[in-house]
Structure formats: C-alpha cells, structure tokens
C-alpha cells in the first residue's frame, strides 16, 4: 500500500483555470504539508495542518488553499492558475507536527500554458 | 525570513572517499532535518535533528547538528554509487515553516 499518495501525477491546464490535487495518506499521521518545488529545484513549504491548526507560509498567494475533509486527505486548490504555478508538488505527512519523520507522496507535476 | 546556505551546491566525488556537507541557517533553531532526492523522484527523508550536538548515523551517512553555530553538517563515509542524489537540509523556526536550503547536487564516481 502507497503510504502518501496524490493524484493527478501529471496536470496540463490553461492560465486562469481552477485545480485540485489530491492527497490522501494511510499512515494515521496527524499533519500534513504541502510543498512547492520549481524549476530550480529549490522547495518551499506552502502549508502544514493537522485537525486543530492550519500554517500557511504568507509568501503563497490566496490562490492556493487546502481543504482538509478528513484527517488522511490534504487536498490543494489553486485558482486562477498562473504561468508562475507551473513546478512539482509535493505531498507529506508525519506525525507529532514533523517531530518525527515525514513520508512525501511521489509529487504532482503542474504545467501552466 | 530564515536564511538556508548549502555548500557545496555540486560535490563529484570519487567511491570510496568521505566528505562532508555544510548546511548553515541564519537565525536560532534547534530543528533540522536532511531529505535525499533522486533525479525525477520524491523527497525521502533522512535524519530529523531536534537538539544542539544531535548526532544521527544512518549507513554511510551522519548528520550534526551544532545550534550555537548553527551548523549541521552530513558526512559521507567510504561514498558508493547508490549514494548519488540531491541532498537538501531545512530548517524549521519552531513555527513549523520550513525553509530548504538550495541543496547539493552529489555524484560519485566508480
């Protein structure tokens, strides 16, 4: 069984479109974060959460938001895509808020025409 | 913002030689983490250090961690091929934003 795991991989769309990607994992964990990763390789966390509090970094845009329905599902909603979204994202969870370790799903690939 | 410096950020190395990887953070932490990542794949996570002169040793590799200078540092011993990847530290400020480091891109070579 994949411990985190995101859908879609892959995602083509259009500038101004609407998204979602998925992330479910089967761990138990209480947190999980979503991050950025660009063309450059280089990655910024965008949001952690567990049930009771959600950390968002202020350099993302209110483009992106997560919507958590259940403690194993982080899913992230980006609005108005802009060409700049194009990058990986990433997935994870740990438990105890990233004291303990933290498991990535495989990523999503974004790319913004 | 916290600042996150590796170095070097490209490391070809001969197998069978040690070497180290600087990470250096500009404000007071005491929580670091080390993550590899193989060309195309996902992040894994290596060592989560949580307190000054913390010291983890997983295989062929260890990691410091030193809050004072705020310095951690992921030595490689006796490097083999397996060990290719891109390393990369983060920093949490105790507010659970993590800031990454540019990461170090590792080769070694038979």
């Known amino acids: 069984d994949t411990a985190v795991s995101q859908t879609p991989k892959y995602l083509v769309t259009q500038m101004g479109n609407d998204k979602s990607i998925k992330c479910e994992q089967n761990l138990g964990h209480d947190t999980m974060y979503w991050y950025k990763q660009d063309s450059k390789k280089f990655l910024k966390i965008m949001f952690s959460?567990?049930?009771?509090?959600?950390?968002i970094n202020e350099t993302v845009p209110n483009r992106f938001s997560p919507k958590s329905p259940d403690k194993a599902h982080l899913n992230l909603h980006i609005n108005s895509l802009e060409l700049g979204d194009s990058a990986v994202y990433f997935c994870a969870s740990s438990q105890y808020r990233a004291i303990e370790t933290q498991y990535f799903g495989p990523g999503t690939r974004l790319l913004v025409l | 913002e916290l600042k996150v410096e590796q170095n070097p950020l490209f490391l070809s190395m001969q197998e069978g030689k040690n070497y180290t990887i600087y990470c250096n953070y500009s404000t007071t932490s005491d929580r670091l983490y080390w993550y590899r990542q193989d060309p195309g794949k996902s992040l894994e996570s290596l060592f989560v250090?949580?307190?000054?002169?913390a010291v983890k040793q997983e295989g062929r590799l260890m990691a410091s961690l030193d809050t004072k200078a705020r310095l951690s540092t992921l030595h490689i011993t006796a490097a083999v091929h397996d060990l290719s990847a891109t390393y990369f530290c983060?920093?949490?400020?105790?507010?659970?934003?993590?800031?990454f480091g540019t990461g170090t891109s590792l080769t070694v070579i038979p």
């Open positions: 983060a920093v949490d400020n105790a507010g659970n934003q993590f800031y």
């Open positions: 959460y567990n049930n009771k509090e959600l950390i």
């Open positions: 250090l949580l307190s000054n002169g």
